[in-house]
Nanobody, 121 residues
Framework: EVQLVESGGGLVQAGGSLRLSCTAS????????MGWLRQAPGKEREGVACFNNAIGTTSYADSVKGRFTISSDKAKNTVYLQMNSLSPEDTAVYYC??????????????WGQGTQVTVSS
């Protein structure tokens, strides 16, 4: 059974930082791209970042480039999202995914339960 368990969300002031973690089980983590998605109230879900474990590449949504960093620890089957310079516009429920979502393509097929990130102004 594929399981993705996120942690690390919370409340932070604008300009602050948070690190999200997602531990995966039930599949060969090394062979999959792993992503972070987010959904704010009243908005569509969007892909935030992607780490391709198979080839070691990363990609980011334009809205988070330069502020967020995705990384992967294959020994721990865990993917991280370091979020810096947070703004209220980053407030959303963040989901870990197996596979990634871009503005034009959704290749996700499993998701965690989500973790709330709230940025106060």
């Amino acid at each position: 059974e594929v399981q993705l368990v996120e942690s690390g969300g919370g409340l932070v002031q604008a300009g602050g930082s948070l690190r999200l973690s997602c531990t995966a089980s039930g599949f060969d983590f090394n062979n999959y791209a792993m992503g972070w998605l987010r959904q704010a109230p009243g908005k569509e879900r969007e892909g935030v970042a992607c780490f391709n474990n198979a080839i070691g590449t990363t990609s980011y949504a334009d809205s988070v480039k330069g502020r967020f960093t995705i990384s992967s620890d294959k020994a721990k089957n865990t993917v991280y999202l370091q979020m810096n310079s947070l703004s209220p516009e980053d407030t959303a429920v963040y989901y870990c995914s197996r596979g990634c979502q871009t503005t034009t393509l959704d290749l996700t097929d499993a998701w965690g339960q989500g973790t709330q990130v709230t940025v106060s102004s």
